[in-house]
């Protein structure tokens, strides 16, 4: 693992004093990849990317943005008509929010499925939380900026939440809107934390990223890495996967960007914030719909606000409630069922929650809400003991080079 | 492998068309072929000076287009001098000047698209109460867009025996509720184009609504444009990148 000799001197003075060469060399280049590593382990970069993406977007954005009750829309309607090329960054912005979400999302059921929480990775998993964590609240703050009618409602309908704390929640409320109602030191001070918690996801993504880069990645057959013959250098290997992904991705989020800007959208957004018009459904983006579920299938509201809440914070405690030493879902033949039905339960969340919670709505939000929490607390725990996983590879290299046929043979002879 | 990946987009597909809102109440609204939908889809010019006739003669008796400023008009094809005409038909307010008092001027390109009104209480007292909305974005803020205002606009009937009108509405096919404060606006040869096309009720509100998609969206057509340029683009750079994936793995599948 000795960083190789640079035979530039310019690169050589500097890596002697602070080794960034050596470093890129063993984390990007040569760092080991397993090498049955599948599509869906690029999601992370993909990820990576549409952060850097927000990033530039977003600061250019800020540099026309005026965050002020009375300015704000028409600032943001000015980025989009005078602005040059103001439209396309606004687009890429507004679209790249759900963007992140759909990868982000993808990213986690990778996990959920390959069991990549598990020992070693329970830190890289968590970190992974509190990246989501900063997520909402940074994507829940950037709505509220173009002070139209759903960014104003919304925040409205939000941040009340917290007013159902006992004692507390009234001052609570107030102290988060900085007045008696969502007003102008509202809207600033969420545009100061929105830019700033912008760059907290940086930090933590470094971090995410460090904790990976000690434990390293886990891989589809959810066993260790026992030697180099399981392995290929990130670059090229992973460097043009992650590419080729990542192109893929760019002309999908283009065809949104350029052909159905508004698809993720809400029309009343287009509509200037108005105290006195309350719209008839203040609904938040899709990617907030399966918690607002959650939060509106409980009648009472803490209760309610305490399931929201706990349904991500029921992650941190997922390495712990998966009681199966066995990573990946291949390997586990009744977990790979309810794998499934957890993903459906989690689209039938959604969808209830962009609907008015009333008659078949509120009851299938209901049921659904009980099982995204016994799938948790209840199957997980309980699958660890009683499943009966099939027999695990003895290494990666082997079935990936044409020993697909002997592991086969090996399930059967146990079966 | 494969399954998981073709049920995964099977399910975000199915994520995203579950949690597309759901219609807003009211009769289904009528579809209309807007020959600027679709990823190649270009404004009508004739219909686009059309309707900002009718906007012009029309609705700017009562709506606003605030985010429109007179230069804009050169994207629907009108030259500097007739913009700087019709910029000129009305009074602006400017100042205060040099001895400090505020004065009155004819408008310039340069000025936002002169209101009706002075503010919405102003708006309100001449318009029985109701406030006529701007107009600028009505296309993107209304679920439907263009078939919504043009069913709006073609919508008035005579009100059902069994529906009790309220003092001052209009009874209105598509608006939710149907009873709307905005009086029957487009009568047949209510404009005269400069075209010689027949003024009819569907033609002002087709040509109308153009016009308020333009003033919407304004940058649509060079951002459809550009977009069939990128995507083509990223469609042969995303073959070039799985060519180049192929190759440099392909000494670990043999
Ligand atoms: C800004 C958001 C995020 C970025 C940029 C990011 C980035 C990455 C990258 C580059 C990798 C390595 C490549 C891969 O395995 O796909 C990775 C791995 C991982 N991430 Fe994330 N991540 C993000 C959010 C999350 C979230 C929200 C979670 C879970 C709650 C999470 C959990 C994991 C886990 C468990 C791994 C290891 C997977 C394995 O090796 O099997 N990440 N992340």
């Keep these: 693992m000795n960083a190789p000799e640079w035979k530039n001197p310019v690169v050589r003075w500097i890596d002697f004093r602070l080794p960034i060469f050596s470093f890129v060399y063993h984390e990007l280049g040569v760092y080991p990849a397993p090498r049955n590593l599948n599509y869906f382990w690029t999601f992370g970069s993909l990820a990576g990317i549409v952060l850097v993406i927000m990033l530039a977007s977003g600061i250019v954005l800020a540099f026309n943005y005026t965050p002020h009750a009375t300015m704000a829309f028409d600032s943001v309607e000015r980025i989009m008509r005078d602005v040059n090329w103001g439209w396309l960054l606004r687009y890429i912005h507004m679209n790249g929010g759900s963007a992140f979400f759909i990868v982000v999302y993808i990213h986690m059921f990778r996990g959920l499925y390959y069991g990549s929480y598990k020992y070693p990775r329970e830190v890289l998993w968590f970190l992974g939380v509190i990246i989501l964590l900063l997520m909402m609240a940074t994507a829940f703050m950037g709505y509220v900026l173009p002070w139209g009618q759903m960014s104003f409602w919304g925040a409205t309908v939000i941040t009340n939440l917290f007013s159902a704390f006992p004692l507390v929640g009234e001052s609570i409320v107030t102290w988060l809107w900085g007045g008696y109602s969502v007003d102008n030191p509202t809207l600033n001070r969420f545009f100061a934390l929105h830019y700033l918690l912008a760059f907290v996801i940086v930090g933590a993504v470094a971090v995410h990223l460090w904790a990976l880069h000690v434990q390293k990645s886990n891989n589809p057959l959810g066993i260790d890495t026992k030697g180099p013959q399981d392995t290929v250098p990130f670059h090229p290997y992973m460097t043009v996967k992650d590419l080729f992904s990542l192109s893929v991705f760019l002309t999908v989020f283009s065809m949104f960007v350029f052909f159905a800007p508004n698809f993720f959208g809400e029309p009343d957004n287009y509509i200037p914030a108005n105290p006195l018009v309350t719209p008839p459904h203040i609904v938040p983006e899709w990617y907030f719909l399966p918690y607002y579920a959650i939060l509106r299938s409980i009648p009472d509201k803490l209760t309610g606000v305490l399931a929201m809440f706990g349904s991500i914070f029921v992650l941190f405690l997922l390495p712990w409630l998966d009681t199966s030493r066995v990573r990946s879902g291949s390997f586990r033949p009744t977990y790979k069922k309810f794998f499934w039905v957890f993903v459906v339960d989690c689209i039938v969340l959604g969808y209830v929650g962009a609907n008015p919670p009333e008659g078949y709505f509120l009851i299938l939000g209901r049921v659904a809400t009980i099982y995204y929490f016994f799938h948790f607390i209840i199957l997980l725990p309980l699958l660890g003991w009683f499943e009966r996983p099939l027999p695990l590879p003895t290494s990666i290299s082997q079935p990936v080079l044409g020993g697909r046929a002997a592991a086969t043979a090996r399930h059967m002879e146990k079966a | ?254």
């Design chain 2, 1 to 254: 492998m494969r399954r998981f990946a073709l049920s995964a987009l099977a399910a975000l597909a199915f994520g995203l068309t579950a949690t597309t809102p759901n219609a807003a109440e009211g009769p289904a609204l009528p579809k209309e072929h807007w020959p600027f939908a679709g990823i190649f889809g270009t404004f009508d010019r004739g219909a686009l000076n059309r309707g900002f006739q009718v906007y012009k003669e029309v609705c700017s008796a009562c709506h606003s287009l605030s985010l429109i400023y007179y230069r804009h008009l050169e994207g629907i094809g009108l030259t500097a001098e007739e913009i700087r005409a019709i910029a000129a038909e009305k009074e602006v307010t400017d100042g205060p000047n040099d001895e400090g008092d505020m004065f009155k001027r004819p408008g310039r390109p340069s000025d936002r698209y002169v209101a009706p009104f002075a503010n919405e209480n102003a708006s309100r007292t001449a318009n029985n109460g109701a406030y006529p909305p701007d107009l600028s974005l009505m296309v993107k803020a209304r679920k439907g867009g263009p078939d919504y205002l043009y069913a709006i606009l073609t919508g008035y009937k005579d009100a059902p025996a069994d529906v009790k009108m309220m003092d001052g509405l209009h009874y209105n096919e598509f608006f939710p509720g149907h009873q709307i404060a905005m009086p029957l606006p487009l009568s047949e040869g209510g404009v005269t184009f400069a075209d010689g096309t027949a003024a009819t009720v569907e033609t002002m509100a087709r040509d109308v609504t153009t016009f308020l998609a333009w003033t919407a969206e304004p940058e649509m057509e060079q951002r459809k444009q550009l977009g069939v340029k990128v995507v083509l683009f990223l469609i042969v750079f995303t073959g070039l990148t799985y060519a180049v994936k192929r190759k440099v793995w392909a000494d670990l599948h043999a």
